[in-house]
């Protein structure tokens, strides 16, 4: 029997939260946390959002009106901002309290420590004053007095509001491993470039971001378009709700050796933009990355060079997304990443084969020729970093936001490419596939097909639109079969009822391990085996399986017949019948 119970003590010091929090942080990354703050709050003043309001991936498509100023130099930094205040209520609850995680929709906070991490990192003094509009707060304290204290909480005061939203948070009396950074002239021009790096998306869609009366200019490599390495790109949506968006292919001014002109120096000065890229809801958090943590197997090589490959994950839950504490970095064990480096590298491994293919091109003395027309926007010999951007893409004011009607995807002015959002009115469809067959299983040349189907429209080129559905069908029923365990059942099946039956034990000249199962055999498979396509779906997956095997004659009649004609619209009727079935297969 105890004598008496004890209770045990297990509350932090401050100490030992406040110095794991910030030991490990830079400078820089502290002052990011407080302008990623002040964007969430800009987030917070854009939304309730209307459908056109929202880009492709559900964020804002304009920040227009919103300004974000920070000014460092060796008396602290200062951020202020004219976006979403804090209330009263917020302040005495949450804003400091260590860890209370945010849940912003689409936001760039998440774990609730930046901005104490900020305070505690960058100076002694702390003067917070916010206004929401309808009230203000006021807090000021010391870091040292408040952590010579056993008390928890800060004396703060709820005062009339001015009437103007906005927040300003002033961290003075830095501590002189802080100080040695902010008072270098050559440091702040490197965080304003940086800046210009990780805020690109935002300044590009209006934000005016200021550094010590400096506009940041968004930095962002652009790929070449129509050069002779065609981009590659897929997108989809994963279990959890996160909008993965991949893209890679040449560097803007970059050229290959074998094209008519190429220039190495051109080429060596832009060594340091070649690589991957990652964005998080639109904040990038790794830039340029030629190492393991991208895909690259091996030290990076000159064969990779020109390369530029962009991430975007975008998610209403911020914690889905795969960065870490700091955003600064990837997180390589996230499933999530885990399955787009999958993709990284499949794109990555393409592009070194094209750059073997070109090499032996020069070998042999044959020009490497581009496609179609040069890039307009920059030539070889520029820096392919582009820095206008902000000026075109920022509305005139916060009543503008979400006006420009063009929908972009990251980082591309006007590529036909967009990730999946809203499905389509098939009656209004005249491509092949509509844009929002998400891309998640597609892989090499079922990825082709699929990019290609969302691309041809169906009434300006009306036999490569059936060529393709046939072309679709066929792969997408394979690359499914094998996905679900049981293309090696249906190689069978259509070995034995259709191969043998048509050709007889005599002629027999394939081996079944060899056997490609023709359209027949696998629209026959595809109607008589049990329990593929589950009881939920299958009426109408096989009506549409049915329907499929019914055109299969005007199909190949098309393709096959030199006289034989078809119109616009059986075509447009056999896509809206096939479709169901082409879906699952590329879809589920
Ligand atoms: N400039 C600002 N305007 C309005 N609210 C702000 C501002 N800065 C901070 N806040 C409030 O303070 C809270 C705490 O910020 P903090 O950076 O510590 O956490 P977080 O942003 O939620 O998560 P993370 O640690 O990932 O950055 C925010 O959720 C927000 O409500
Ligand atoms: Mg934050």
Not at 456 to 477: G, H, K, P, Q, W
């Amino acid at each position: 029997m105890p004598v008496r119970d004890l209770s045990v003590e297990t509350r932090p010091t401050k100490e030992v939260v406040v110095s794991s929090l910030t030991r490990d942080a830079s400078v820089a990354a502290c002052i990011f946390d407080l302008i990623d703050n002040s964007i969430d709050a800009a987030r917070a003043v854009l939304v309730p959002m209307g459908d056109d309001e929202k880009d492709d991936f559900g964020l804002p498509k304009s920040y227009g009106g919103i300004q974000i100023d920070v000014d460092i130099g060796r008396n602290g930094v200062v951020v202020s901002d004219n976006c979403d205040g804090i209330s009263s209520e917020e302040l005495s609850k949450s804003v400091l309290r260590f860890g209370v995680r945010s849940k912003q929709p689409f936001g760039i906070g998440l774990y609730g420590v930046g901005l104490n991490r900020a305070i505690f990192k960058l100076g002694d003094r702390t003067e917070l004053d916010s206004d929401n509009g309808s009230e203000r707060v006021a807090l000021n304290f010391l870091a040292s007095e408040y952590l010579a204290s056993p008390e928890w909480d800060l004396p703060a005061k709820a005062l009339v509001s001015r009437g103007k939203p906005g927040t300003k948070i002033a961290i003075s009396a830095p501590p002189k491993n802080v100080s040695k950074f902010i008072s270098d002239r050559v440091w702040i021009d490197d965080f304003i470039n940086e800046s210009g790096k990780r805020y690109h998306r935002f300044v590009e869609k209006g934000l005016a971001l200021r550094i010590n009366k400096t506009e940041v200019k968004p930095v962002f490599i652009r790929l070449r378009e129509n050069g002779p390495f065609p981009c590659r790109h897929k997108s989809y949506t994963t279990d959890d709700g996160v909008n993965v968006f991949l893209e890679a292919g040449q560097h803007q001014s970059h050229r290959f050796p074998a094209e008519e002109d190429f220039d190495r120096s051109t080429n060596n000065q832009l060594t340091d933009q070649y690589g991957w890229s990652v964005s998080c809801n639109d904040r990038l958090i790794v830039m340029c990355d030629t190492s393991e943590k991208t895909g690259w197997d091996k030290k990076w090589h000159p064969e990779f060079n020109g390369f530029v490959g962009y991430v975007w994950f975008t998610a209403e839950d911020g914690s889905s997304l795969p960065w870490n504490t700091s955003k600064s970095d990837v997180d390589v064990f996230s499933s999530i990443y885990q399955e787009a480096l999958d993709d990284m590298r499949q794109m990555t491994i393409e592009w070194r084969s094209f750059g073997r293919e070109a090499k032996k091109k020069r070998q042999r003395g044959e020009p490497l020729l581009a496609p179609g027309a040069k890039s307009t926007a920059s030539e070889p010999g520029s820096s392919g970093i582009s820095d206008s951007e902000a000026e075109r893409a920022k509305p005139s004011s916060r009543a503008s936001a979400g006006g420009t009607s063009t929908k972009k995807k990251p980082g591309s002015k006007d590529s036909q490419n967009k990730p999946p959002v809203k499905k389509t009115d098939h009656n209004e469809l005249r491509t092949v596939l509509p844009n929002d067959v998400d891309e998640r299983h597609c892989k090499n040349k079922l990825l082709l097909l699929v990019h290609e189907a969302k691309k041809t429209d169906i009434y300006d080129c009306t036999y490569s639109a059936l060529a393709l559905v046939r072309m679709l069908f066929e792969t997408s029923a394979i690359e499914y079969m094998i996905r679900i365990g049981r293309a090696s059942e249906m190689r069978e099946y259509c070995y034995n009822k259709h191969y043998c039956n048509e050709v007889g034990e005599a002629e027999k000249k394939i081996k079944k391990k060899d056997y490609q199962p023709s359209l027949d055999g696998i629209c026959d498979f595809l109607l008589n085996a049990d329990n593929i396509w589950g009881a939920e779906k299958s009426p109408y997956i096989r009506q549409s399986a049915e329907k499929f095997k019914k055109h299969k004659a005007d199909l190949n009649s098309a393709l096959h017949w030199p006289l034989r004609t078809i119109g616009f619209s059986t075509a447009l009727e056999i896509r809206n019948e096939v479709l169901p079935i082409l879906r699952h297969f590329i879809e589920d």
